[in-house]
C-alpha cells in the first residue's frame, strides 16, 4: 500500500497512479476544468489571463490541460502555446504536427533491425588447408 500527502490538502490517501492529489481534490479539480470548458465555450476569444481570473485557476493549470490536449484554443483565437521542440505556434498539446511526425518516423527508424549485409564467403579452405607432414628418413 503506497500511502501519501494530497499535495493540494494535505490528507493522507492511498496513491496508485497519476497525480499526487486525493480523491476528494481530483473530483474538485474536475468539477472545475468543467467550469472552465464552459466558460471558453461561451467566450471563445478571452485571452487565458481572463480565464483564469474569472474561473479562480492557475494560469499553470490552464496551460497544464491545453497540453494535456484537454483544452483546445480555438481557430479565431489569438491564444496559442508554443511547440516545445520548435517553437511553433499551436492550438493544443506538446508538438506541432510536424514535430509529430519527425518524431513518429524517427521512433519508426530505430525500432527497424539494420539490414545486415550477407557475410563474405571466402574460399572453400579445403584445398589449401591441408594437414602437411614432414617426411622423416
Request: glycine share 2%; hydrophobic share 35%.
Amino acid at each position: 500500500m503506497n500511502v501519501r500527502n494530497c499535495r493540494k490538502c494535505n490528507r493522507l490517501f492511498n496513491y496508485v497512479t497519476g497525480l499526487p492529489i486525493c480523491p476528494a481534490c481530483k473530483e474538485d479539480l474536475e468539477k472545475k476544468f468543467q467550469e472552465v470548458k464552459a466558460f471558453i465555450q461561451e467566450n471563445r476569444t478571452v485571452p487565458l489571463q481572463v480565464v483564469a481570473e474569472e474561473c479562480d485557476v492557475e494560469i499553470a493549470q490552464l496551460n497544464q490541460w491545453v497540453r494535456e490536449e484537454r483544452l483546445i484554443f480555438s481557430e479565431d483565437s489569438v491564444m496559442s502555446i508554443s511547440c516545445e521542440r520548435c517553437g511553433a505556434a499551436i492550438r493544443t498539446g506538446r508538438f506541432c504536427d510536424k514535430c509529430k511526425n519527425e518524431t513518429m518516423n524517427d521512433l519508426m527508424s530505430a525500432g527497424r533491425r539494420p539490414e545486415v549485409e550477407a557475410p563474405v564467403r571466402k574460399k572453400d579452405l579445403t584445398e589449401t588447408a591441408k594437414m602437411r607432414f614432414l617426411d622423416k628418413k
